[in-house]
């Protein structure tokens, strides 16, 4: 299971679109869009969960594509909060 960083969506774009958009390359195992607390339109980013060879077929048809004038940016996600490898106690960890 690989989980993919999509940014760049439009404003527009719902989870059943997107679903429908990266379904045309495998099943998507899990779909979370980060959305605008008062307005509830999308704010550009989600995250999806789908197999490793369909996720990788989804990032080479959708890194780069144009949809509703918005540039997706798809990729394997990088954690940004720095959870996993490296990080903790330990390893240049000061107190």
Do not use: N, Q, W, Y
């Not at 869009?33 to 990032?59: K, P, Q, S, V």
């Not at 909060?81 to 106690?89: L, N, P, S, V």
Request: charged fraction near 35%; hydrophobic fraction near 35%; charge should be positive.
């Amino acid at each position: 299971m690989i989980a993919l960083s999509v940014r760049g969506l439009p404003r527009s774009m719902t989870e059943e679109a997107l679903d429908v958009l990266f379904s045309e390359f495998g099943v998507v195992r899990s779909l979370k869009m980060t959305r605008d607390l008062f307005t509830g339109d999308c704010r550009g980013f989600a995250i999806i969960e789908m197999e490793g060879h369909e996720a990788r077929a989804a990032i080479a048809a959708l890194d780069g594509k144009e949809i509703s004038g918005s540039l997706l940016r798809v990729g394997p996600d990088r954690d940004p909060r720095g959870r996993g490898k490296g990080r903790g106690k330990g390893r240049g960890h000061r107190r």
